[in-house]
């Protein structure tokens, strides 16, 4: 029997087909149309910090080494491989980011943060004669979200601190939200692992949106972070006597309303 089609059939599969494709435009389009939300410019943001953290992270036996003079870690070097793990971590292309918008603004001016603490430190980096130089992750976070600071001139701040008793840098203790949100929070038993905490609140007299990032202690964080408590580490600290798995670090980024 050879098949015919049903006139009312076709009439069917037009109707549905339009139908499918208008749904699913209307999907699409409020994705590329709409301006990314705090809460993914927030995790962005946090993202792009990791990756950089990373290249000194898997450059450190290099940096440490003082038989070489030259490292070859410029600015540049170091935001391309940042860049390159930011890719692979989120799928997104920091180059695809419309860079008028507020989240490309925002991850401009911390490409550009990467690059200005990277070209700061390259007598450091460089220094040959030197072992250890105290250039590691954490301290290169910290000098990245200042130069942020400067960048992202008021709009944003990014800053990685720690349960009070276990910051080493003055600098980076938590303010009195973070501290509440880590005691009554991130500390709890019952806390999601890894989950963040975002509120909206009261910051500087601004209104801001405030985004919580739990990270927790590695058995690569131990060599300093670890036991014996109160032995000095390589970095001349006393070890907090933390144990792999404890919240051990918190990204903290603070996005202020216009
Ligand atoms: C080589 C020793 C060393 C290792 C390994 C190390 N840290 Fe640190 N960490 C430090 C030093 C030194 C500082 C102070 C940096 C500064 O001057 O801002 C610090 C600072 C920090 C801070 C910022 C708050 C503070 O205490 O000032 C966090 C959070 C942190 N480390 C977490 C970690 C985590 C998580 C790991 C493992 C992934 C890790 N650290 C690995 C030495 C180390």
Same mark, same amino acid.
């Given at each position: +029997?050879?098949? @015919? ?19 699913? !435009?209307?999907? #699409?389009?409020? $994705? ?12 962005? $943001? ?6 950089? @953290?990373? /290249?000194? =992270?898997?450059?450190?036996? &290099? ?32 180059? =695809? #980011?419309?860079?008028?918008? &507020? !989240? ?10 990467? /690059? ?15 072992? !250890? ?5 954490? /301290?290169?976070?910290? $000098?990245?979200?200042?130069? !942020? ?33 880590? @005691? ?25 949106? @405030?985004?919580? +990032? ?35 670090? #918190?990204?903290? /980024? ?5």
């Amino acid at each position: +029997m050879s098949e @015919r089609m049903d006139p009312a059939c076709s009439f069917n599969r037009l109707f549905f087909g339009v139908l499918l494709i208008t749904s699913l !435009f209307s999907f #699409i389009e409020p $994705l590329q149309a709409e301006p990314a939300d705090d809460a993914s410019i927030a995790t962005n $943001l946090a993202d792009m910090l990791r990756a950089a @953290r990373q /290249v000194i =992270s898997s450059n450190q036996a &290099r940096i440490n080494d003082p038989n070489l003079g030259d490292k070859g870690l410029t600015g540049q070097v170091v935001l391309q491989q940042a860049v390159e793990i930011f890719k692979k971590a989120t799928g997104t292309d920091p180059s =695809s #980011i419309d860079p008028t918008s &507020r !989240f490309g603004r925002l991850m401009h001016a911390q490409m550009d943060a990467i /690059v200005e603490a990277t070209d700061a430190n390259q007598a450091t980096i460089n220094a040959k004669g030197v072992g !250890f130089k105290g250039f590691i992750p954490a /301290v290169f976070a910290r $000098l990245v979200n200042e130069s !942020f600071e400067n960048h992202a001139r008021n709009e944003a701040q990014i800053k990685v601190t720690a349960p009070e008793q276990l910051v080493r840098n003055r600098k980076s203790r938590p303010d009195q939200w973070e501290s509440e949100v880590i @005691r009554v929070k991130l500390l709890r038993e019952d806390w999601p692992r890894g989950q963040a905490y975002a509120a909206e609140v009261e910051t500087k007299g601004r209104t801001a949106y @405030r985004m919580m +990032m739990p990270e927790y202690y590695a058995n690569s964080c131990l060599s300093c972070h670890g036991s014996p408590k109160g032995e000095t580490d390589v970095t001349g600290y006393p070890k907090e006597g933390g144990k792999e798995g404890d919240l051990g670090a #918190i990204i903290s /980024v603070t996005l202020f309303k216009q």
